[in-house]
């Protein structure tokens, strides 16, 4: 499964993948790889959707995202809508389903 370029970075952007770290006690960062055990995927799912629930709800809403900052300080940034995050955490929510229900690992590279 491979997440847009835009809804990974609106995750870290979000703090998603520091609320699964404090809840699993793992230690997920941007550009590492792990391994999740399936049992974790129903919390992670559980988060994705309160996520969605939270920030997706209009789907005509743009979120602008800063994902850097230039040598000079400034903002690099994007902006992306939230129908197009929710297809792309759709995908991942179905991901996390399949996962559950074939008790399968979930190998991450963020």
Same mark, same amino acid.
């Given at each position: 499964?491979?997440?847009?370029?835009?809804?990974?970075e609106w995750l870290f952007y979000v703090k998603f993948w520091d609320a699964v770290n404090v809840e699993?006690?793992?230690?997920?960062?941007?550009? *590492? %790889?792990?391994?999740?055990?399936?049992? &974790?995927?129903? !919390?992670? #799912? @559980?988060? /994705?959707?309160? =996520?969605?629930?939270?920030?997706?709800?209009?789907?005509?809403?743009?979120?602008?995202?800063?994902?850097?900052?230039?040598?000079?300080?400034?903002?690099?940034?994007?902006?992306?809508?939230? *129908? %197009?995050?929710?297809?792309?955490?759709? &995908?991942?929510? !179905?991901? #996390? @389903?399949? /996962?559950?229900? =074939?008790?399968?690992?979930?190998?991450?590279?963020?």
């Open positions: 499964m491979h997440l847009s370029a835009e809804a990974s699993l006690k793992s230690m997920l960062g941007q550009y *590492e %790889d792990d391994v999740l055990p399936s049992s &974790d995927a129903i !919390s992670i #799912l @559980r988060m /994705a959707e309160e =996520l969605e629930d939270r920030y997706l709800r209009e789907p005509s809403h743009i979120q602008n995202v800063v994902y850097g900052w230039t040598s000079q300080g400034e903002n690099l940034e994007f902006s992306v809508r939230n *129908e %197009d995050l929710r297809a792309s955490l759709g &995908d991942f929510r !179905s991901f #996390l @389903r399949k /996962a559950i229900d =074939l008790r399968s690992d979930i190998y991450c590279q963020l």
